[in-house]
T-cell receptor, first 113, second 108 residues
Framework: SAVISQKPSRDICQRGTSLTIQCQVD?????MFWYRQQPGQSLTLIAT?????????ESGFVIDKFPISRPNLTFSTLTVSNMSPEDSSIYLC??????????FGSGTRLTVV | KNQVEQSPQSLIILEGKNCTLQ??????????LRWYKQDTGRGPVSLTI?????NTKSNGRYTATLDADTKQSSLHITASQLSDSASYIC???????FGKGTTLSVSS
C-alpha cells in the first residue's frame, strides 16, 4: 500500500498563530484527503485536495481557516490558520488508490495553548 | 442522517480471550464497510473491506461480518494479544462515514 510521511507528528502552538502540516506520498495519487479527529470524536473530512485545482471543502470548513496546497501528485499541505484552543485535534492526511483502498498518514497531534 | 454507531465505547479483556465489537450504520449510499485499527498516536490502518454483497471477511485473527439487511457489522478478534490494544473504527459508505471507535485494552 501507499506509504505516507506526515509531519510534524505533534506540535504545541500559541493561539493566533498558524501551523502548516505536510503530507508526502511515495507515489503519485490523484486524490488526497485531510481529516480532523477531535478528542473522543470520529474522523471528520475537512477537504479533498486535487492537483491543479482548488481543494473541495466539506460543510463547516472554509479555505480561509484551512488553506490547502497540492502542488503535485505526491505532496500536499494543510494550514491551520489563526489557531484557537478549539483547533486542538489530530489532523490526518489520506490517499486513495484503487485496489489498495484508503491509506492514512500517522497524524499530527496539535495542541493550541 | 448518515451515521455510524459503535459499541461498546471501550472494552478491557485478558490476553488470549476473544471479543466482538459492534457497528450499526445508517448510511446512504452504501457500497462497502471498512474496519480500521488505530494505534495510539498513529493513523488508521485498514483491517477489512466488505462490499454489500459480502457476509464475512477475515484478516488473520480478525473476522468481520456484515448484515446489509439489518445494517449491522461486527469485528471478532480471536486469541487477543497485547498488541491488539487500539481503537477500532467502523467506516461505512461511499462517503466514508466514520464511527467514533471502540477502544480495546488487552491486559496480561
Amino acid at each position: 500500500s501507499a506509504v505516507i510521511s506526515q509531519k510534524p507528528s505533534r506540535d504545541i502552538c500559541q493561539r493566533g498563530t498558524s501551523l502548516t502540516i505536510q503530507c508526502q506520498v511515495d507515489s503519485q495519487v490523484t486524490m488526497m484527503f485531510w481529516y480532523r479527529q477531535q478528542p473522543g470524536q470520529s474522523l471528520t473530512l475537512i477537504a479533498t485536495a486535487n492537483q491543479g485545482s482548488e481543494a473541495t471543502y466539506e460543510s463547516g470548513f472554509v479555505i480561509d481557516k484551512f488553506p490547502i496546497s497540492r502542488p503535485n501528485l505526491t505532496f500536499s499541505t494543510l494550514t491551520v490558520s489563526n489557531m484557537s484552543p478549539e483547533d486542538s485535534s489530530i489532523y490526518l492526511c489520506s490517499v486513495y488508490r484503487g485496489g489498495e483502498g484508503y491509506t492514512f498518514g500517522s497524524g499530527t497531534r496539535l495542541t493550541v495553548v | 442522517k448518515n451515521q455510524v454507531e459503535q459499541s461498546p465505547q471501550s472494552l478491557i479483556i485478558l490476553e488470549g480471550k476473544n471479543c466482538t465489537l459492534q457497528c450499526n450504520y445508517t448510511v446512504s449510499p452504501f457500497s462497502n464497510l471498512r474496519w480500521y485499527k488505530q494505534d495510539t498516536g498513529r493513523g488508521p490502518v485498514s483491517l477489512t473491506i466488505m462490499t454489500f454483497s459480502e457476509n464475512t471477511k477475515s484478516n488473520g485473527r480478525y473476522t468481520a461480518t456484515l448484515d446489509a439487511d439489518t445494517k449491522q457489522s461486527s469485528l471478532h478478534i480471536t486469541a487477543s494479544q497485547l498488541s491488539d490494544s487500539a481503537s477500532y473504527i467502523c467506516v461505512a459508505g461511499t462517503a466514508l462515514i466514520f464511527g467514533k471507535g471502540t477502544t480495546l485494552s488487552v491486559s496480561s
